[in-house]
């Protein structure tokens, strides 16, 4: 049957202007970007450069009807050359998407899904876009763009979170990621293998030529990533295809924080490896083959290449030869029940080395943290930023060992690393010096030191410091707390000083040994105490003394202790309280007091004198012992035995009472013995014993008792009285009344 010759006709629009194309080439395919190519002839000059950017659209017409369209901007036009009067040009069309390549950006997002993102990136760029996913991608805590084009910028996202796009006829761009769901071809999806031959003038629309290939590639994914909030939870995820298993693409860091993220993510990398291994390449005269379009093949010879397939890649070409129109189209296709994923070929922006942030707070507050110890950073980079920290982001502070911290401070300028390269991954890593916080000690006057100095919060009204002097000769390190020092040591602590120490403490001290101490010293000790000395011993206290021991107090001097006392002096023990009149010496044992003085004791008060010993009370002197009370009393007391032995002389005196108290007394005094008293002495217990080798006078007023080895005598009035009876034993003649 014979057929009537039709033509095809292919024009070129831009603003008001229209012309018919000699040549025409357009490239379109899923996730790529396209363009056309149109060569136009033109009776005069056409103004290319005021034609930039504007719309364009290329219409294919079969017999007078609209067949295709693409719709399009300029992007660059050329002369060719000059033909039969008329102006040769070639036109290249680019869609609106091709154009965001030209436009560079650094800025962030914060908890935001990719749609949003892209939308706003797309709307910046006139760029009329529809969403036709079935999935809704994760929302993102930050998100970077980072010194990329906007192209780059949404072609990354789109290919992390496995969506494709393509164009429409009205050049609006169409988000997808279900290819299986994709329409099929307009006017007709099922077509067989035609000859090329004239096909279209006589209105045939097939396949001219049909090829089946395969290839090999890698068929699994495994993906992986760190976060730092919970380091222990594995995040690795791997998904395998249905070939080519051993073949592995494995990436780290992928850009996620929890499991079943990484699950999503490996599945959509292994579809979009495995995506193109089986595929159709093939020509035809189809006007309506587009990408993301699905067309039914048949050949009855060729059983096995028949199918559903899914167009990929389209490449239209038209020409125009001695007034003869020839059309044809080129095209990649894959199995339709294949998913269809973009390659992730946009590689991420990594940062080579540092840079540095301001670190923001609320308004008022000087340090703003989290239960992390992570500070807010506003980049130098981020113009969008009002300096607020509504529109900072945390970051981690490096510390320099496990648990130690140190807080940046608001205003303060920091260095910022980045993980793995990774603008969303900053970590800040020390203070930076600027011309606002210039160094605390002027340089390069103090070069020598060196310190580290935190402000008191809040307000700055003082600081603690470490600071080190590094000039030779005068080396020396300082401490300075504001208000509290504490230190604490689990077991011992060695503190060795090659000089002198000077320890001044403007109000209390109080030291605290539970266990054992003690303190040897080389030379002398002297302590000056302005009021009120208080020693408490549990236990027992030795107390040796080599030389002399002076003990000058203004007041009263009181020693308490609990248990057992002993104190030895080598030489001579002088101890003195207050003036001639004021001032006291109170010594009290719970158990046993033992001194030991190898030459004179000495014990003088302006007041009172008394030396309590719980259960024993012994005293040794290779001197004399002297007690005086100057305004008040001397008393010795123990529940048990009280023991004095002396060397030299006793000399005992009060201005008061002196009395000596104990269960059984004895007193060895190698010299003389004085007591004496202004008011009354007192010698109580159940047996009183006092020993002389040579003689005991006992005298009061005009009495006196005067006792030798052989003889008693008293002298003067003397009064015996007893409710019961008195008994006087002895030899008759020697006694004398």
Request: some cysteine; aromatic content about 8%; proline content about 4%.
């Amino acid at each position: 049957m014979s057929k009537k010759a039709l033509r095809i006709e292919v024009f070129l629009s831009i603003g008001d202007a229209s012309w018919p194309a000699l040549r025409l080439r357009v490239d379109e395919g899923m996730s790529e970007l396209g363009g056309a190519w149109v060569e136009v002839a033109v009776g005069s000059d056409l103004d290319v450069e005021g034609l930039l950017e504007e719309p364009a659209t290329v219409v294919i017409f079969w017999d007078g009807q609209e067949k295709r369209r693409f719709s399009m901007q300029l992007a660059r036009g050329r002369f060719l050359d000059e033909k039969d009067g008329h102006l040769h040009y070639e036109l290249e069309l680019r869609p609106s998407l091709w154009f965001l390549g030209l436009d560079k950006n650094t800025r962030k997002w914060r908890d935001q899904p990719a749609e949003p993102i892209v939308s706003k990136v797309l709307g910046e760029g006139s760029v009329k876009h529809a969403w036709r996913t079935t999935r809704q991608s994760a929302s993102q805590p930050y998100c970077v763009q980072y010194r990329e084009t906007n192209l780059a910028f949404v072609s990354r996202m789109l290919e992390f979170e496995g969506f494709y796009y393509t164009f429409d006829p009205d050049g609006t761009m169409i988000v997808g990621d279900a290819s299986s769901a994709s329409p099929e071809v307009e006017g007709g999806a099922e077509f067989e293998l035609i000859d090329s031959a004239g096909a279209l003038s006589h209105g045939d629309f097939g396949v001219t030529s049909f090829e089946r290939g395969a290839v090999v590639g890698s068929g699994k994914a495994t993906v992986n990533d760190h976060n730092w909030k919970t380091p222990a939870l594995s995040l690795l995820a791997s998904a395998t295809g249905a070939k080519d298993t051993h073949l592995e693409v494995y990436d780290y860091p992928v850009g996620y924080r929890d499991p079943a993220a990484g699950e999503v993510l490996a599945k959509l990398r292994v579809e979009a490896l495995c995506a193109e291994k089986r595929f159709v390449e093939g020509t035809s005269t189809v006007f309506s083959f587009a990408p993301a379009r699905i067309f039914s093949f048949t050949h009855e010879e060729g059983a096995s290449f028949s199918g559903r397939y899914l167009l990929v890649h389209v490449e239209h070409e038209y020409r125009e030869e001695a007034g003869v129109a020839h059309y044809e189209n080129r095209f990649r296709a894959i199995p339709a029940d294949v998913p269809f994923r973009p390659a992730v070929r946009t590689e991420r922006p990594e940062i080579e080395g540092n840079h540095t942030a301001m670190v923001r707070g609320p308004a008022g507050e000087e340090i703003h943290t989290d239960a992390y110890g992570r500070a807010k950073v506003q980049f130098h980079w981020d113009r969008e930023a009002k300096g607020t920290d509504e529109d900072s982001r945390w970051i981690r502070m490096t510390q320099e060992i496990s648990t130690s911290i140190a807080l940046a401070r608001v205003g303060w300028e920091i260095s910022v690393g980045y993980i793995d390269g990774d603008p969303t991954r900053p970590v800040g890593l020390a203070r930076q010096i600027n011309g606002q916080m210039v160094p605390m000690y002027n340089q390069p006057s103090f070069r020598n030191r060196m310190t580290i100095r935190t402000e008191t919060y809040p307000g700055k009204a003082g600081f603690n410091e470490l600071r080190l002097e590094d000039s030779a000769g005068s080396m020396h390190m300082d401490w300075h707390a504001q208000k509290d020092f504490k230190t604490l040591v689990q077991h011992d602590r060695t503190e060795t000083i090659g000089n002198n120490q000077t320890v001044l403490i403007e109000s209390n001290s109080t030291r605290t040994v539970e266990k054992n101490q003690t303190i040897d010293i080389g030379g002398n000790q002297t302590r000056t105490v302005g009021r009120h000395v208080v020693h408490k011993v549990n236990v027992d206290r030795d107390h040796t003394i080599g030389g002399e021991e002076t003990i000058d107090v203004t007041l009263g001097v009181e020693t308490s202790v609990m248990e057992n006392d002993v104190e030895t002096v080598g030489g001579t023990r002088y101890t003195r309280s207050g003036n001639d009149e004021t001032g006291s010496i109170d010594r009290s044992i719970q158990k046993t007091l033992t001194r030991i003085v190898g030459g004179s004791s000495i014990s003088m008060a302006g007041g009172s004198v008394a030396h309590e010993g719980g259960e024993m009370l012994f005293e040794y002197a290779g001197g004399s012992k002297i007690t005086i009370g100057m305004e008040e009393s001397v008393k010795e007391a123990v529940a048990e035995n009280l023991g004095t032995f002396v060397s030299g002389f006793v000399l005992r005196k009060s201005k008061s009472d002196m009395s000596v108290s104990a269960k059984e007394t004895k007193v060895n005094v190698g010299g003389s013995a004085l007591f004496r008293s202004a008011e009354r002495m007192e010698l109580r217990s159940r047996v009183i014993e006092l020993v002389s080798s040579a003689s005991i006078a006992l005298r009061a007023g005009a009495l006196s008792i005067e006792m030798t080895p052989g003889n008693v005598t008293i002298t003067g009035p003397l009064k015996q009285e007893s409710e019961t009876k008195i008994t006087l034993r002895g030899n008759p003649e020697k006694l004398t009344p």
